[in-house]
């Protein structure tokens, strides 16, 4: 009876201390991530990464792994400046947004009005319908752009507002279709500093990095004898230093700590050595607000970043930017208050990919079996070609370059080929050759709706493309007996150097 009584008592108090009391939440190891980042730097093929790891406005994580600069055998630090690549975007979408506060900017107002003698320009007649949202938002109908100056070859960097005149064309009317353009950030660079008075690489350290405590980040190489990682390529050589002609899209620096500062700030996790640069309201304006006519082939975009929001609970936050020897990732989880940043010196996206899950998979238990579902991941809209009779037949047209008209042509045939023609072909025939003599395929052709996509070896004979070989990437829509979208001239060398628009019009015989 006695020991009934007292195992009952044990029970019972057993029981009042689990209501009385919370368990200790179990502080995080992060044991997968650091072995996949020791197994990567053991091997040889990263040479380095930096990890910062935010979870209710405190930092859990930040740490360095491996060499800044192998040769000279410089360790990297959670201060070492990486080229953020694209995720440069999200800071110039927060320049910009300084500006709209201020009511120096109006997003819904059109962007040429913000540009000096510099503007787009449009066959169809629209490039004064385009605003700063749109452009903020990649709905501005503006192409496909990169284009990258080593320290080794002897291309000179144009400046923005020769870049500008020779791509910044219109291939559709805003509002219409996400199209990823690099050339737009570029342009709201521009405009940065058009309206500020300012070099765009000193309004964006005064009105951003400093006041939220970015001390390692600029635009632009950082000035010696700052600590920055060496780029390398995947077979481990070192690469020289790199400027890009649209330095909003792609040229910040910064390190890892500066990273996960921003990704707080973003947060709206008000810290006390922070100055906020933006209200609350604006940065949810950013994070939310895509174009609700856009016809996306990803994820939404906001302002400066992708975002996904569904109903199991995995709101996600992104940007992530690549170029040769440079990977980068920044990713937040709002419902969860979690940034992860995470910053390398080569070009490896598996690597940087698999970090970020495993850490996410950690904080958020069930992060990983929605990630499998595809809820939290990136979406495509692109089906294969089917051959239709809207296709089927021959289209003339011209591919308008910045240096000349080049005539292009391009058949769609019944068993589903796509072959397609410019000017240099046509000296051997007097004639548009039959369907017979055209060996000139259209490679990977997808379709969403009326949109055509795919690449072919043809020629756009102009002066910037002339220094490396290259494939063309067409990307056209279909309106009636009507073709036209651009024309991408996409540099194959080792390195990543060029993509080039134009834009492109045909119509069926």
Not at 403 to 413: D, K, L, R, S, T
Request: aromatic fraction near 10%.
């Amino acid at each position: 009876m006695w020991a009934l009584i007292l195992v009952l008592a044990s029970v019972l108090a057993s029981l009042t201390l689990g209501a009385g009391t919370t368990p200790k939440e179990v502080e995080p190891s992060f044991a997968g991530a650091r072995a996949l980042i020791d197994e990567k730097i053991a091997d040889g093929s990263v040479p380095s990464v930096c990890v910062a790891v935010a979870r209710g406005g405190e930092v859990v994580w930040e740490e360095a792994f491996g060499w800044a600069d192998v040769e000279r055998g410089a360790r990297a630090t959670t201060h070492t400046s990486y080229l953020l690549a694209s995720v440069s975007k999200p800071m110039t979408a927060t320049a910009v947004m300084t500006l709209v506060e201020r009511g120096r900017i109006d997003l819904d107002t059109p962007l040429q009005q913000y540009m000096d003698d510099t503007q787009l320009s449009s066959p169809g007649g629209y490039a004064d319908d385009v605003t700063v949202r749109h452009v903020l938002n990649h709905t501005s109908g503006l192409p496909l752009h990169f284009n990258y100056f080593y320290a080794d070859e002897n291309r000179e960097l144009p400046p923005i507002e020769e870049t500008i005149r020779r791509y910044g064309v219109l291939i559709e009317p805003p509002g219409r279709t996400f199209r990823y353009a690099n050339l737009g950030y570029g342009v709201l660079g521009h405009v940065v500093a058009s309206v500020s008075g300012m070099e765009f690489a000193d309004y964006v350290r005064d009105e951003v990095f400093v006041p939220l405590g970015m001390n390692d980040a600029c635009v632009g190489p950082p000035p010696e004898p700052h600590g920055v990682a060496v780029r390398y390529d995947d077979r481990g050589t070192a690469l020289p230093s790199v400027q890009v002609d649209t330095p909003g899209a792609a040229m910040v620096y910064g390190s890892a700590h500066d990273l996960i500062r921003f990704g707080m700030f973003h947060l709206k996790d008000h810290l006390g050595d922070q100055t906020a640069v933006l209200s609350d309201r604006s940065l949810d304006a950013m994070h939310w607000s895509s174009d609700p006519r856009a016809a996306y082939d990803t994820d939404l975009y906001g302002l400066g970043w992708f975002f996904k929001e569904d109903d199991s609970g995995c709101r996600v936050l992104w940007h992530e930017g690549g170029m040769s020897g440079t990977r980068t990732m920044l990713k937040l989880l709002p419902d969860h208050d979690i940034a992860v940043a995470i910053v390398m010196n080569i070009l490896d996206g598996d690597t940087c990919n698999a970090i970020a899950d495993s850490i996410l998979g950690e904080l958020v238990p069930d992060y990983a079996e929605m990630r499998a579902k595809g809820e939290c991941g990136p979406s495509n809209e692109f089906t294969s070609y089917e051959p239709s009779d809207e296709f089927t037949g021959i289209w003339r047209g011209s591919i308008h370059t910045h240096e000349g008209e080049v005539p292009v042509y391009m058949a769609f045939q019944s068993d589903g080929d796509i072959h397609v023609l410019t000017e240099p072909y046509f000296e051997t025939s007097q004639a548009l050759p039959g369907q017979d003599l055209w060996d000139v395929v259209l490679n990977n052709v997808g379709v969403m709706g009326n949109r055509i996509y795919g690449w072919a070896n043809i020629a756009i004979p102009t002066s910037d493309t002339s220094p490396y070989p290259y494939v063309v990437v067409i990307d056209v829509v279909r309106r009636g007996r009507t073709l036209s979208g651009s024309v991408t001239a996409v540099a194959t060398a080792d390195r990543m150097y060029y993509a080039l628009s134009s834009y492109a019009s045909l119509e069926k015989d």
